[in-house]
């Protein structure tokens, strides 16, 4: 057996393969394709804002990678180019946004917007989105509500890459629950988190890199786990083989909230995002996002003093021997945010084609 | 080594020590027992009612077996035998309840009304709690939100018994995170998983049938993991070893909720659930429940028929080789609670002899 490389998160390996560039650089390029490929300023300024954190925080599979996926999705007529964002405010906490088919990003940084004012007079903000298209890194959306000041969820249902517990076949995508909430002088604190162990792109990673996969994280065609990336063919919920139920359950939550309850469509019913024939039919993919006003609960400065102490308590816990200090959530990201903004953001070559740097 | 017994979700293995009794007799008996302890009938009702569910379901920990722990708690003082529920409604969805130190469960059922008559009108309706007590299945609150036509979503931060990801001690809870949404002509879709992999009683019951654990479930004192149960001190979050990140996050998140959205009890600042000496001072837990209203989305009929679909592609999903079938969540629960109305439900001998059966 190969060797085994060790679970890292949600970052991609770009380091070796790659060359860094400043994110200010980054977003100047990315606008301007986007822009050329016909998308309206409002929903380009919000996609490539949701492009450039996830390539700050060092998510690089939803990064600026995918430029040049959303202009050929707008060429194609999967994304309007122009799309004009409907907002229903259905009840004094709720609305339903609908994007018009074009880039998810708008909807759902838009959607957050929708919640905020929700959330500042009702106490709590529930919006579903409907009609929309990949949104990216869910995480974008629950910390533009935190760096408002509010505690926000955001989910969205993805294409089916994930079996079962005891499945066989991919049924729910890798499906994301990202919670944020503010800190006092501070950056939030940050989950996103895939309701798999890994995500697809971990295997294609362990795949070229010839090493094997961890136990448990993903199964060949016929549902059986799997450490060999060749053989692999779908993922398996977090959880692994005792307690995946957990894992697809959660990906359930995430169905439940952003296709269910926004009647949009379900995992196993989605146009393929990448690899299909149909690049112009749109793929009414829905997401939802919950944003909760602590001055509406415990009030915000108790609600600060409270965050600040459980933080300061979780990172000063002992250190288990072998691991080097234990981390709040969103800590690895602040870090390899400012990693990032000093020494650049790594890009891969078709990329660095694409953009033109 | 021990031979393994593997992961059975939540149930305890009482079946071979124990009785089994009608639910109804179980019923009586808990009620009678609560109100010679001096319990308010508003708040044994809740009580019972809750630990009839559990019961019912399977899940035997937060069951029967509860009462003789209530029972002590209401005679040392730390339970209010009778509590004035407070309700502040905040904003047109959010509300506060104060459980006035009474048991939990009523506390919490009663939030899950507020909640919806919240969403009935705001669509949302997310309630905070505060002085309150252990409610035990929080399932039982996303369940009660879930029959009356609501997805529900309730979770609860507890006694400290989880390391952190790389910690050395116990931090979190085993942090219930549960949600249950309404199913037409069917028992809800119902998810109700702590955030470690194993509740401590199955450690405990491990470590009487001298039973090797699973592997990444339980740490040693010093934090690294074990598979021997009496040395286990304390537990892993979700995911193991590689990625129990995930479930440490999860486990902040009923924390986020439940303690510091209402500023009430931080999982490491507990008074003892058992064991300590203290027995007559509140312990003011918090809980969380959020209630939407599906009527304020897509509408309660289209709802109904896209859950519908969901499950029925769910069920009849592909099942790996080896396995049995694939389940929904709730399922397993909704099987448990029919074969225990036709069986009985088991009860251990201390609680047969402290209910009198």
Redesign the interface.
């Known amino acids: 057996m190969t060797p085994r490389l ?2 890292v ?1 949600e970052i991609l390996d770009l380091e070796s393969s790659s060359q860094r560039f400043p994110a200010t650089l980054l977003e100047e390029k990315v606008a301007t394709r986007l822009r050329e490929a016909g998308a309206s300023e409002a929903s380009l300024t919000a996609a490539t804002r949701a492009m450039l954190h996830a390539s700050l925080v060092g998510v690089d599979s939803h990064g600026v990678r995918l430029t040049e996926h959303y202009c050929n999705m707008l060429a194609g007529g999967r994304l309007n180019k122009n799309p004009q964002l409907k907002v229903d405010i ?7 946004v609908d994007g018009d088919d074009g880039l998810g990003h708008y909807a759902a940084y838009h959607a957050v917007e929708v919640g905020i004012e ?1 959330a500042q ?6 919006v ?1 989105i409907a009609h929309s298209s990949h949104l990216g890194a869910a995480g974008a959306y629950a910390l533009a509500g935190a760096e408002r000041g509010f ?1 926000t969820f955001a989910t969205t249902n993805t294409d089916s890459m994930v ?7 991919r ?1 729910h995508g890798t499906n994301p629950l990202a ?1 944020a ?1 503010p800190v006092p002088d501070s950056r939030p ?1 940050l ?1 996103d ?1 895939a309701t798999s ?2 995500p697809m792109n971990r295997v294609l990673l362990h795949r070229s890199l010839e090493l094997e996969l ?1 136990d448990g ?1 993903a ?1 060949d065609k ?3 786990a799997t450490t060999d990336p060749n053989t692999a063919d779908m993922l398996l919920p ?3 083989a ?2 995946g ?3 697809a ?2 990906a ?2 995430a ?3 952003s ?5 949009t469509t ?1 995992d ?1 019913d989605f146009i393929p995002m990448y690899g299909g024939d149909d690049i112009s039919t749109p793929r009414n993919m829905g997401h939802f996002v ?1 944003v ?3 001055d ?4 915000r400065e ?2 600060g003093a ?2 600040t ?2 933080l300061a ?2 990172r000063s ?5 072998g ?7 969103g800590d690895r990201e602040w870090e390899e945010m400012a990693h990032r903004q000093q020494e650049g953001v790594p890009v891969d070559p078709d990329t660095i084609r694409f953009l033109g740097l």
Chains 1, 2 share one sequence.
């Open positions: 060790a679970g998160g259905r009840a004094a906490g709720s609305a339903m929700l007079k009702a106490g709590v903000g529930a579903g505690v079996a079962l517990f005891d499945g066989a076949a049924f919670f909430a604190w989950l988190m162990s890994i961890p994280v199964a016929h549902g059986g977090l959880g692994g005792e307690y139920y957990k894992g359950a959660l359930g939550v169905t439940l909230f296709a269910l309850l926004t009647g379900l196993t919950l909760i006003d602590p509406k609960f415990v009030g108790l609600f409270m965050i102490r459980y308590s979780l816990a002992p250190v288990r021997e691991a080097e200090r234990v981390m709040a959530p």
